[in-house]
């Protein structure tokens, strides 16, 4: 650690204890979150690997590199890591973590060891779920649907109480984000100088702690379900496997906006930095996050409209799904708007954040299409539908994580990256995304289902494509790992605001001392407000 | 509700009165998570309800409608009582209320021994969860393995709920013996009520549930 020994770091977080023990057992919110952002970065990479897997088996049609059970559950591995272990609790506990208590002025999270709790219980939750992947594996989809999660012979029970367990790190995040929010603030920091992203890991937090308890009673009935014969879901026994749908859904729909609603912070923290501007409307992106955690929990049915429903409860169900699109375009017009006549400089968290505009921009389009029930019915388990989830899910948050990565890397280490490399990665991401998945779209409207593991010749040339673009995606993210491990180390010193930006959490040192601020702040100048000089700033 | 507190408060907050308030909010928001918890138990049942009316009605005749009701007032008796040992706390009669946090976790036992005493019933019934038993040959329609599975499934969660209720109660008596608990910190006690009334409010919706609707 001595290695980021920068002018001020003798306070700073990082080096003010060095020993094991003062990490591992830390109630030191920067600390924990900076843990969380390691985990998640080697579950990403977990879950990146298998994807590579996944594609390259199908470069040929027919067996190329493993059998078609490996193949079932490598897509099962894919699908849990990526959504349960890296995209849900991705945002919210490494940056939230890191970063909320500074943005409100505050010396810590309200419940410090409830904090370092749910570090160590998302490190069990996914070792249990690793430890599946190694007892035999689980193949039933990222989804768990019954009757078919209750015959497998997998190791089902292992890989659900291990989703299970996660969502209490989820819940116990949620519960102190939100006291936090509430109690900690600085007296100067009202509601309506909250920094954007507060107020989207604070929608975050609402959505987790209502949303997941329901998927952890789910998950645990499962696992009854396939360990004891309890049979609520299964029709062999009399169970009901559209009401696991219900209620699996009533919870993964939402937790959807658990993945988009921190990213959307993450844009809405960039954009002003970038374009040296306030946002358009503030009210109107911090209101938005609360519509869409609202309307979230409404929308649940549009994943069942095959399923057995109503031709009513489907338009209803529809409608309410496209209400998702007004407040997402309300935000998507407040970012654009507040780029308009912006003094912008493109460095690299802004590329991303463009990414992120076209392909969330995209996938949302293609998401109201699914929403209606006339087409769903036809790309309903195709690729199309994994192509519009990959550009939402993961062009929404990954890119945006990518984004908050780099925008706050000096933020949280003290030290620079390389810009040259950080754009031309940035563009490399974004291509071998597009080019991964958009061919998805044709193959799925096409005919070609999802989780299949063979394919006609014909779709050959559009696999290949997609095969392709994983390669480049997965070249640009190894090279980002390269370069951000060289700065680690070697970098140059950052500097306390190295973007000029005016949120309160570049009004501290890099890396911030262990208390956040080494005197009392001042928060009279806005979040947002490029009229005046901050204090201590040539200017 | 809230007098100024007086106690040395953790270093990240600004004064006593913040943490009280923090630790009361952080209790309410986990409540909500937690009726989220059984309100997923809750749809199941609604959910099977409306399509085995009959199979449930011919259940809830079954079920020990007197221990059930007994255990009902049990709870009733020992959440009355954990309110007045916030109250008594909180007027400095700290005798009074260590000895209202004692019966309260007594109660919360002899909630559970009847609560065991009824499982016993049902398996001399025949009645096990996931439709296993000898009555589940006599009654065989769809509907009763569904609502004694629930009736195992939602109790059974409830019971572990008990226990941890009981145990923080105990945390609580132990802080009021040694000190720690006190007339200025009497925001730990109430935080531990609050759950114990979370506790007492789903039997309250189990109860005409599952013995006598």
Known sequence: MTALASPRARSSYLVHATTLRSWALTTDHKRIGVMFLFALLAMLALGGIFAMALRLEHLTPGPTIMTAMTYNRMFTLHGVTMVWLFMIPSIPSSFGNFLLPIMVGAKDVAFPRLSLMSFYVFLAGASLVLVSMVAGGIDTGWTFYPPYSSSTPTAVPAALLGVFIVGFSTIMTGINFIVTTHTMRHPSVTWMKMPLFVWAIYATSVIQVLATPVLGMVLLLVVANHSFGWGFFDPARGGDPVLYQHLFWFYSHPAVYIMILPGMGVVSEVIPTFARKNPYSYKAIAYASFGLAFVGFLTWGHHMFVAGMSRFDAGAFGVLSMLVAVFSAIKVFNWTWTLKRGAISLKTPLLYVFAFLFLFVFGGMTGVAVATMSLDVHWHDTYFVVAHFHFIMVGGTLTAFLAAIHYWFPKMTGRMYSERLGLLCAALVFAGFFVTFFPQFILGNGGMPRRYFDYPAHFQVLHVVSTVGSWILGAGLAITAGYLAHALFRGPAAGPNPWGSRSFEWRTPSPPPKHNFESEPSFEIDAYDYTKPLAGEPQ | ?213
């Not at chain 2, 909180?90 to 007594?106: D, M, N, P, Y």
Request: proline share 3%; hydrophobic share 55%; with cysteine.
């Open chain 2, 1 to 213: 509700m809230t007098q100024p507190a007086s106690f040395v408060p953790a270093e990240q907050f600004a004064d006593a009165e913040k943490q009280a308030h923090a630790a009361r909010l952080g209790m309410w928001v986990f409540l909500a998570s937690e009726l989220l918890l059984f309100g997923a138990l809750f749809t199941l049942f609604a959910a099977y309800r409306v399509e085995f009316p009959s199979a449930f009605r011919a259940s809830v005749e079954h079920n020990t409608k007197v221990l059930g009701s007994i255990n009902t007032a049990v709870l009733l008796v020992s959440s009355t009582c954990v309110a007045g040992a916030v109250h008594a706390l909180r007027g400095g009669r700290t005798k009074l209320s260590a000895g209202l946090v004692a019966s309260t976790a007594v109660l919360g036992a002899i909630f559970l021994v009847i609560k065991l005493t009824e499982y016993a019933k049902h398996f001399a019934d025949g009645i096990y969860p996931g439709g296993e038993g000898r009555f589940f040959e006599e009654h065989h329609v769809r509907g009763f393995s569904e609502f004694w599975t629930l009736y195992f499934g939602m109790t059974g969660l409830h019971a572990v709920h008990v226990t941890v209720g009981m145990t923080l109660l105990t945390v609580m008596l132990v802080g009021i013996v040694r000190g720690r608990v006190t007339p200025a910190t009497v925001h730990r006690l109430e935080v531990a009520a609050l759950y114990w009334h979370l506790v007492d409010i789903i039997w309250i919706f189990l109860w005409p549930l599952l013995y006598l609707a």
